[in-house]
């Protein structure tokens, strides 16, 4: 059962902030935009998430290793990485208040459509349609390039000569890492690295609560591979019948907004995705971000038009979520940036970035899906987010839950709360459990299905009797009884089956509203 009302981003961060998942940082003091705090529900999701993606892409494969970069990093490296040179929005500042504007978001609230986001295009839209500053009506200055890295100083003096740069990416330090993994850890083409970690942008206009934020963290793995041997991935067939909703960049040119059905080996075969190393990431990160409980049918793929890519791609997918409140937006980046930035850093450093492939040598080519963990969790809520008989339920994926169990007992009478805190004892061992005493049974559960937990365990008079407990579902409100001493048995089985015996008690299908929203 969903309910009808469309969710809005204000109703979603009240509940987010009143449930302790996310708070703006430096509330006390009128907060910081583009920084969020993250609280106890939050910060345990959070690791959920971060586990989970490590495991599915780090340690249950061997061809993976992960490493843990510095956040402040050589200079150089952002010199050679292009970041100094092409890392910047364009900036337009009200002559009269003040105020500044990023000038694509700018024409965007106003419901202009750009077909390109050069300084030229928002230059002359500007100018023809004669756009002033929406707070006081003044003139706006002309666009101007902002880069969006951050600086600081190493060292006592604030001289530039002293100047560093806080990552606005995960991935350059993989780069700059390279040689040390490849020899360290034995790797042989193809592999990848991969790194979790916070990064850093100083966003001109930081929006929609975790979605446009100025630290946030990300998921990055940088997937090497001989520049002959694109098309030469013995995993492919593992995703090639996976169907994706696929908007191709050719599409977007001709002004079409809806996506075809399309499976990824058509899509290589079409050659909508350049080769199969970058279709068998795409088919990956999908069936990750599935994993975790994210709606297939609200997840589309989405290249970037020519005037969109990055300095460093040759092709770009973003995989987009819909949003009721926002649309279809990017929570995830898929690249194939080239050799490009191997052969920057050799240049810049004087240092080989080549390895070697059967005999040859290679600078290799880099595919690269990078997951933004803050827009990922934003996905999440909102996805999981559901009003039933006029009460919000968060149906998180088990997996990813932040509390996995409640514990209550029936009445708050010392027999059943002495057994109770025996049972959460026991639970607390294995699992994040919670527990709560006071108030009515049903404002218990009613609390517990706020937070996401899925499964609740009562301690009732039959407890005292025969030591059996209820475990009640979040998702179907069934109740089963069974014994104490099965208890941790029977819970990990239902979360080990939780995607094939319980996820399907929900309805995955996007309420009515949201389908007439999408038609293009
Ligand atoms: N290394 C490639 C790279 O950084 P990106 O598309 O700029 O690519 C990757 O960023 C992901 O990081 C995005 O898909 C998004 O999920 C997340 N992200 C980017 N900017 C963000 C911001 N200002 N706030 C929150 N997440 C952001």
């Known amino acids: 059962m969903q309910t009808a009302k ?33 609280g106890p529900l939050g910060v345990e999701l959070r690791k959920e998430v971060l586990d989970d993606w490590w495991y599915f892409f ?73 756009i002033k500053c929406p707070e006081c009506g003044g003139e706006l200055s002309n666009p101007q390039p902002f880069n969006l890295m951050f600086t600081t100083y190493v060292g006592p003096k604030r001289e530039k000569a002293d100047e560093v740069y806080l990552r606005p990416e995960t991935a350059q330090l993989i780069f700059i890492n390279l040689k040390d993994v490849y020899y360290t850890a034995g790797m042989k083409l193809p592999f990848g690295i991969a790194q979790i970690g916070e990064v850093f942008r100083n966003e001109i206009s930081p929006r929609g609560f975790l979605f446009r934020l100025r630290e946030f963290t990300q998921m990055e793995i940088e997937y090497f591979v001989n520049p002959k041997r694109l098309d030469d991935c013995p995993m492919f067939d593992e995703v090639a019948e996976v169907t994706i909703q696929l908007l191709t960049a050719e599409q977007q040119e001709r002004g079409s907004d809806t996506p075809l059905r399309i499976t990824l080996r058509e899509a290589c075969e079409e050659g909508y995705i350049g080769c199969k190393w970058h279709a068998y990431w795409i088919g990956e990160s999908i069936a990750w971000l599935t994993r975790i409980g994210l709606n297939p049918e609200r997840l589309r793929v989405r290249e970037h038009v020519k005037t969109e890519l990055a300095h460093y791609a040759l092709q770009t997918f973003d995989v987009e979520y819909y949003f009721p409140f926002m649309g279809w937006k990017e929570i995830e980046g898929i690249s194939n940036r ?86 959460y004892k026991l639970l607390k061992e294995r699992y994040t459990a919670y527990y709560e005493e006071k108030g009515t049974i ?41 014994s104490i001493n099965q208890l941790t048995l029977t819970i990990e089985s239902i979360l080990a089956e939780w995607d094939t015996r319980y996820r399907g008690a929900l309805d995955l299908t996007p309420p009515a509203h949201e389908q007439q929203l999408r038609k293009p």
């Open 6 to 38: 469309v969710l809005t981003l204000d109703e979603l961060t009240s509940f987010c902030i009143k449930r302790g998942f996310f708070f703006p940082s430096g509330r006390i003091y009128g907060g910081l935009r583009g920084f969020y705090d993250y």
């Open 58 to 130: 780090v340690r249950r494969r061997s061809d993976i290793v992960g490493i843990h970069g510095s956040i402040i990093t050589h200079p150089r490296t952002w010199e050679a990485s292009g970041h100094v040179e092409a890392f910047f929005d364009f900036l337009v500042t009200c002559l009269k208040c003040g105020k500044d504007y990023r000038a694509d978001h700018l024409l965007e609230d106003l419901g202009i459509q750009l077909t390109s986001v050069t300084l030229e295009t928002l230059s002359s839209v500007i100018k023809e349609r004669g």
């Open 338 to 423: 080239s050799d490009y930035d191997l052969r920057r850093h050799q240049e810049f450093s004087g240092k080989s970035m080549t390895l070697e492939d059967d005999g040859e040598t290679v600078i290799p080519y880099v595919i690269e899906p990078s997951f933004g963990l803050e827009r990922i969790l934003l996905a999440l809520i909102t996805d999981a987010y559901r009003v039933v008989a006029g009460r919000p339920v968060l149906s998180l994926h088990a997996r990813v839950a932040p509390i996995k169990v409640a514990v209550f007992p029936i009445v708050s009478k010392p027999d059943f709360t002495a057994k109770a805190r025996e049972v």
């Open 442 to 482: 049903g404002r218990r559960y009613y609390e517990a299905d706020e937070m996401g937990i899925p499964l609740a365990v009562t301690i009732d008079g039959q407890t005292l009797e025969d030591d059996t407990v209820t475990v009640r579902f979040r998702d179907t409100k069934e109740q089963i009884r069974i």
